[in-house]
C-alpha cells in the first residue's frame, strides 16, 4: 500500500512518502517508539511522521515526538522522508510498523539489533 | 626521619585525632557553576553521557522486559529534542543542574497533564494503566539519574581518616566526605563560628582554625588537637604514637561548657513533668546525625538544615534525593514531629552551580530571597516536603525572611504544589509554614505575620544581623558576646509578640545549647529549644536547673560568658 511520490524537479530517490496503519497492541507506547526511532536513526535523511490526516509533521527521529503523538491502534500513520536513502528508509519503517515492530520476534530489542547503539 | 614541629592556632571542635595530610587544592572554585560558558552545556552532557553508560550497562544484565524500559530511556536521553529546553536554559543563563531539572520537571509536568486530560475521554487506554503515561514515570526516574551522576561528579572527595589541610574548607566538602573512619581538619584561616566548624563539632571531628600557614606535605603525619588549638607535624617523634586515624577523644563537650557537670539520669523526668512544658528538641545536619539521637530522649527534631543534607545542586534539586532523605529522619524519630527548614543558601553556604560562595551575599541573597529568586528550586523542595508530610508530622521553615509578603509568596507555592501534586494522584499533605527570626526588621514586627503557625528564632545569625559583627569574623567576635543585652530584649519582644499571637517561639542558634543560657531562655517563655544531638545532655540538665529570674538581668547572667 506505500505509494512512493516522487517529486517534481528531484530525482526520486531524494524524498518519498507512504501511509501506513498501526495493527500493533495498543499502539506505539515505549518500545515499539524506540524500535520506530532508532531504526528511523540509521539512516542520513530526515523522517518526519504525521498521524490521521494531521498537518502537523513531527521528527520522527524524536522519542519525545513521536511517543508525544499518542500513536494508537488503528491510527493512519504518514511518513516522509527527504535526503539520501529516502526510499530505503520509507520502506524500512512502513515494514517495520506492519511486522507489529518485531514485538514477538526479539523482545526488548525490537530492531533486530544486538545492542543499543547512538545515533 | 622529619623533625617535629608544632603550629598554633583556635580550637575549632574539640578532640584529638591523628592521619596523613591531605593537601587542599589551593585553585579556585572549579568553573562547573559558569552559568553561561559552554561548562554548563559541557557538565550536562557529561552526565547524560554517564547516565547512558550506567542505563546500558543495566540493560546488558537485565532480562528482556526491563531491558525494554531501559532502551526506552536511553533513547530518551539520545533525544535532541529532550535535552533542548534544557540548553536553552542554560543559554539564558542557568546553570548545568537547574537548567536540566527545570525543563524536566516542565516535561513531566507537561505529560501528567495530558494523561488526567484524556484519562476519562479514552475509554480503552486511559486511566492510569494508560501505556503512554508510563513516560512521565521514566522521564522522573531520567532526571534523577542524570542528577546524580552530575553529583558525582562535583564530589571532590579525600581518603578516609586523613587530616585534611586547607586555607578553608566548603560545607559541602566535609558533608561529601566519610568520617567514620576518623580523621581531622587543619585550616589556614576559617572561624569557629563558620558553618563547617558547627558541622565538625556535631560530628564529633576535631577541627583548628587559623594556622596561618598550611602545616605538611602531603601523606605526613600531623596530630590535630581540638581541644588545645593546636597541630603537630610528625607527633611520633617526639611522643607515644596513638592509633593512626582514631580520634584520641571525641567530643570532650566538657571542654567547651566546663561549669556543666554531665546530666544526672534523673534530669530529663523532672523536666518532663515540669509546668513549663518546654520542649527540647534536636538539631540535624546529616543523616549521620541521626545515629547520635536517640528519639525516646527528645521531643522531636526542631531544625533539619537541608542545605547540608543535599550538598550539591544537583542534588538539592532532586526531588527524591529530597524525600529520601526526609523519609529517613521521619522513621528515625517515629512519629515525633520534625521541622525542615528550606534551603538557606547564601553567604558561606554554596550550591556550586546554582548559588556560588559570596561573603557579600550574606547582607545579599540569601535563604527565602534565594528561594523565591529560583522558583523552580523551591518548587522541587516543597513537592518533596508535601509528600514526606503525607508520611509523618512534618513543619516546614522558611529561612531568612524579612516580610510578610516573602511568607505569603511561599504560602502560595506550597499551596500550588499541593494542588499539582493532588491532580498528579501522588499523595501529599500540605504542612504548615514557620519563620525564621534571624533578621532584626522581623523580629521587631512579628506582629505582621499572622500566616506563620510557629517561629523559630536564630540566634547566630540574629545577633550577626544585630550587632552588624560577620559571625566567622574572627576579629569582630568579641562583640557577639557583648551585644548580648540588646539581643535578650529583642528576644523578650519576640516571645512577647508571639504570645498575643498565640504562636509558639522555639530557639535553635547556639545560644540554646548553652547551658548558661538556658535558663533565661526558659523564662522568656520560648515553647521549645532545639540543639546539636551532642548538646542534648548538657542543656537538659541545665533545663531541669528550670527558668532563671529575669530580675537576674542580662549582666548578672554574662560574667559568666
Known amino acids: 500500500m506505500a505509494e512512493f511520490l516522487p517529486v517534481i524537479g528531484r530525482p526520486s530517490a531524494h524524498r518519498c512518502q507512504t501511509e501506513v496503519e498501526v495493527t500493533h497492541g495498543v499502539g506505539l507506547h515505549a518500545r515499539p517508539s524506540v524500535a520506530f526511532t532508532r531504526l528511523a536513526k540509521t539512516f542520513p535523511c530526515t523522517i518526519e511522521v504525521a498521524v490521521d490526516g494531521s498537518a502537523d509533521w513531527l521528527n520522527g527521529k524524536s522519542i519525545v515526538k513521536i511517543i508525544g503523538a499518542r500513536i494508537r491502534r488503528g491510527t493512519r500513520m504518514r511518513i516522509r522522508a527527504e535526503g539520501a536513502r529516502a526510499e530505503e528508509a520509507i520502506a524500512a519503517l512502513s515494514e517495520l510498523v506492519r511486522r507489529d515492530f518485531d514485538e514477538d520476534r526479539k523482545a526488548g530489542r525490537a530492531d533486530g539489533r544486538v545492542d543499543g547503539r547512538p545515533a | ?561
Not at chain 2, 75 to 82: A, P
Not at chain 2, 155 to 178: I, K, N, Q, T, W
Request: hydrophobic share 50%.
Open chain 2, 1 to 561: 626521619m622529619a623533625a617535629p614541629r608544632d603550629f598554633r592556632g583556635r580550637p575549632a571542635s574539640p578532640g584529638r585525632a591523628m592521619g596523613p595530610v591531605h593537601r587542599a587544592e589551593e585553585r579556585p572554585a572549579p568553573a562547573a557553576g559558569d552559568p553561561t560558558g559552554g561548562d554548563a552545556r559541557a557538565a550536562l552532557a557529561a552526565a547524560v553521557q554517564r547516565a547512558i553508560a550506567e542505563l546500558r550497562a543495566l540493560s546488558r544484565r537485565s532480562a528482556p522486559e526491563s531491558a525494554g524500559i531501559l532502551d526506552f530511556q536511553i533513547e530518551l536521553l539520545l533525544d535532541d529534542e529532550l535535552l533542548a529546553p534544557a540548553l536553552e536554559r542554560i543559554s539564558r543563563g542557568e546553570g548545568a543542574a537547574l537548567a536540566f531539572a527545570a525543563a524536566m520537571t516542565d516535561q513531566i509536568d507537561k505529560m501528567a497533564g495530558e494523561t488526567s486530560e484524556t484519562g476519562e475521554a479514552d475509554g480503552e487506554h486511559g486511566g492510569p494503566g494508560d501505556a503512554f503515561a508510563l513516560r512521565a514515570v521514566d522521564v522522573a526516574d531520567l532526571q534523577h539519574r542524570v542528577l546524580d551522576a552530575m553529583a558525582g561528579r562535583t564530589r571532590a572527595d579525600f581518603p578516609e581518616g586523613s587530616v585534611y589541610v586547607g586555607r578553608d574548607m566548603p560545607p559541602s566538602v566535609f558533608l561529601a566526605h566519610d568520617w567514620s573512619g576518623g580523621g581531622a581538619i587543619a585550616l589556614g584561616a576559617g572561624s569557629m563560628a563558620s558553618h563547617v566548624a558547627m558541622l565538625a563539632r556535631a560530628r564529633g571531628v576535631p577541627m583548628v582554625v587559623g594556622l596561618g600557614a598550611l602545616p605538611g606535605e602531603p601523606g605526613e603525619p600531623l596530630l590535630v588537637d581540638g581541644t588545645a588549638g593546636t597541630v603537630h607535624l610528625h607527633p611520633d617523634q617526639r611522643l607515644a604514637a596513638p592509633s593512626p586515624a582514631m580520634p584520641l577523644e571525641m567530643g570532650a563537650p566538657e571542654l567547651v561548657f566546663s561549669g556543666v557537670a554531665i546530666a544526672v539520669s534523673g534530669a530529663a523526668t523532672a523536666v518532663s513533668g515540669a509546668a513549663t512544658a518546654v520542649g527540647l528538641f534536636a538539631n540535624i545536619d546529616t543523616l549521620a546525625d541521626l545515629d547520635a539521637l536517640d528519639p525516646a530522649r527528645v521531643d522531636g527534631v526542631g531544625l533539619v538544615r537541608t542545605e547540608f543534607l543535599l550538598a550539591t545542586a544537583a542534588e538539592a534539586l532532586n526531588e527524591e534525593r529530597h524525600l529520601a532523605c526526609y523519609r529517613r529522619i521521619l522513621a528515625h524519630l517515629a512519629g515525633k514531629p520534625v521541622t525542615l527548614r528550606m534551603l538557606d543558601l547564601g553567604g558561606d553556604k554554596a550550591l556550586p552551580g546554582l548559588v556560588e560562595s559570596d561573603a557579600a551575599s550574606v547582607l545579599g541573597e540569601r535563604g527565602v530571597r534565594i528561594l523565591l529568586a529560583h522558583p523552580d528550586l523551591a518548587r522541587i523542595q516543597a513537592r518533596a516536603l508535601i509528600r514526606a508530610a503525607a508520611l509523618g508530622p512534618v513543619s516546614v521553615l522558611l529561612p531568612m525572611v524579612t516580610l510578610p509578603s516573602e511568607l505569603a509568596a511561599m504560602a502560595r507555592l506550597f499551596d500550588e504544589e499541593a494542588a499539582r501534586l493532588a491532580r498528579q494522584g501522588v499523595p501529599g499533605v500540605r504542612p504548615p509554614l514557620g519563620i525564621m527570626v534571624e533578621v532584626p526588621a522581623a523580629a521587631l514586627t512579628l506582629d505582621l505575620f499572622t500566616e506563620a503557625r510557629f517561629f523559630s528564632v536564630g540566634t547566630n545569625d540574629l545577633m550577626q544581623y544585630l550587632a552588624a559583627a560577620a559571625r566567622d569574623n574572627p576579629s569582630v567576635a568579641h562583640l557577639h558576646a557583648e551585644a548580648e543585652t540588646a539581643m535578650f530584649r529583642l528576644l523578650d519582644h519576640i516571645c512577647a509578640t508571639a504570645r498575643r499571637l498565640d504562636r509558639p517561639v522555639s530557639v535553635c542558634g547556639d545560644l540554646a545549647a548553652e547551658p548558661r543560657a538556658v535558663g533565661r531562655l526558659l523564662a522568656l517563655g520560648v515553647a521549645g529549644l532545639s540543639v546539636a544531638p551532642g548538646r542534648l545532655a548538657a542543656v537538659r540538665a541545665a533545663m531541669a536547673a528550670g527558668p532563671l529570674p529575669t530580675g537576674a538581668g542580662p549582666a548578672g547572667a554574662r560574667t559568666e560568658g
